[in-house]
């Protein structure tokens, strides 16, 4: 074998060595994808979570809202009262004996500087409970998170092993994906029957102790109608 014929014999092996799976059809790696996204906005879990996220921060921000509310009032009036000063103020006569009136004005514009840094207050105690408040709400939002993430997981996972899939990648972290391989929706819908079947769970248990109690409340009655006989 001459040395023409030995790179011919190297450039087909190394040719053929990349054409070709190096392992058998069924040892090939299942790869799948799941939006993160999706799971969250769609499924059943993901709406609770962000429900009660939602109702939480109705409810420790209602107050700030109402004292917002009140500031803007009083932000309005001092304003008003602002205006009301200067047009005054530029309406006087220098001629005329104006003391009285001066005074009265020189009275309400200091009043007006009082007001005005007790408005300043108002703000700044507003936007600080502001501030407590988000702090508030992103540490509840990272623990709602990470018992949801938890519960994701455990469900990709058993269906990992359910189907043999050998990779699972998150679509939003991977440049593109061919549509066919994404398992999201297979993902949503065990979510949603893990989901309903607590939900229905908790509901029968409520309804268990609701007939305990009703028991226990009418065997009390017989009871007490036994002794007065």
Same mark, same amino acid.
């Given at each position: ?6 790179? =011919?014999?190297?450039f087909?092996?190394? %040719?053929?060595?990349?054409?070709? /799976? ?7 790696? +299942? ?10 906005? *769609? ?16 409810? !420790?921000?209602? /107050? ?6 009140? =500031? $803007?009032? =009083? *932000? ?19 001629? !005329? #004996?104006?003391?009285?009136? !001066?005074? %009265?004005l ?7 500087? &009082? ?5 300043? $207050?108002?703000?700044?105690?507003? $936007? ?13 939002y990272? @623990? ?17 092993? $359910?189907?043999?899939?050998d ?10 994906s061919? /549509?066919?391989? %994404?398992? +999201? ?9 893990k ?5 229905l769970?908790?509901?029968?248990? =409520?309804?268990?102790?609701?007939t305990? #109690? &009703? @028991?226990? +409340?009418?065997? +009390? ?9």
């Amino acid at each position: 074998m001459n040395l023409s014929t030995k790179k =011919i014999f190297n450039f087909t092996f190394f %040719s053929l060595f990349f054409a070709f /799976p190096i392992y058998p059809e069924s040892q090939k790696s +299942t790869v799948v994808v799941i939006s993160g996204q999706r799971v969250m906005t *769609e499924s059943d879990l993901g709406k609770q979570v962000q429900e009660s996220l939602q109702k939480k921060q109705q409810e !420790l921000t209602a /107050p700030l809202q109402n004292k917002e509310k009140n =500031i $803007r009032e =009083i *932000e309005k009036k001092l304003l008003e009262e602002k205006n009301s000063l200067e047009k005054e103020f530029s309406s006087l006569d220098k001629n !005329l #004996n104006t003391d009285d009136r !001066l005074e %009265s004005l020189r009275e309400r514009a200091l009043k007006l500087e &009082d007001d005005k840094r007790n408005l300043d $207050r108002m703000v700044q105690t507003l $936007r600080a409970d502001a501030q407590k408040i988000e702090s508030k709400l992103s540490e509840m939002y990272q @623990k709602e998170m990470a018992k949801i993430d938890t519960q994701i997981k455990e469900t990709i996972k058993e269906l990992a092993q $359910r189907f043999n899939w050998d990779v699972v990648l998150m679509e939003e972290s991977v440049v593109y994906s061919n /549509p066919d391989i %994404s398992k +999201t929706n297979l993902v949503i819908e065990e979510l949603n029957k893990k989901t309903r079947a607590k939900k229905l769970e908790k509901k029968q248990a =409520i309804e268990k102790q609701s007939t305990s #109690n &009703d @028991k226990k +409340t009418t065997n +009390t009655k017989s009871t007490a109608e036994d002794d007065n006989t």
